[in-house]
């Protein structure tokens, strides 16, 4: 067992999303905790959503599982099926393969923190962002339009 420390772990704030998407994640923070801890199969964040901070573009995957766990505050989980208050101790489960668009949203007045689990599976997962022209092919690292046309490549 190697214990991590949090504040050792590797930080990434903001998105790589092309701007205008990139606009409400671009203060969410999220340490890597499995990359730290050496984990190759799966991703663990530890997430901080500041007030009106976004954890993505809604979105669901092709062939990654994803699990969140409400850890501190509270956000609004907005699903295909409509919208869930999760506070503290809440958690939500999204299979690979379920076209159900998803993401939380910070509407409170403090910070709220999340743990993040996700399966990786870069070279076969196909991510679709429900609510606007984007998708995320596998094995590329840059954005596309539904029609294909890459998106300018950008780091915020």
Known sequence: MTKI?????????GTNYPAPHDAPCRLRV????GDAGGLSQFGVNHLTLPPGGW?????????????????????????????????????AAFPAGE????????RGAADA?????GTRDPHR???TYSDIDMIAEP???EYRHRDGAAYPLSRS
């Open 30 to 33: 999220r340490r890597r905790l």
């Open 113 to 117: 923190r999340l743990l993040e689990i």
């Open 139 to 141: 094995g590329e690292e």
């Open 125 to 127: 997962d196909r991510t």
């Open 55 to 91: 954890s993505s573009q809604r979105h669901w995957h092709s062939h990654e599982d994803e699990f969140v766990w409400v850890l501190e505050g509270e956000v609004v989980l907005l699903t295909d099926r409509g919208e869930t208050l999760l506070k503290a101790g809440d958690c």
């Open 99 to 106: 076209a159900n668009g998803h993401h939380v949203i910070n």
């Open 5 to 13: 420390d949090l504040a050792a772990a590797p930080v990434r704030t």
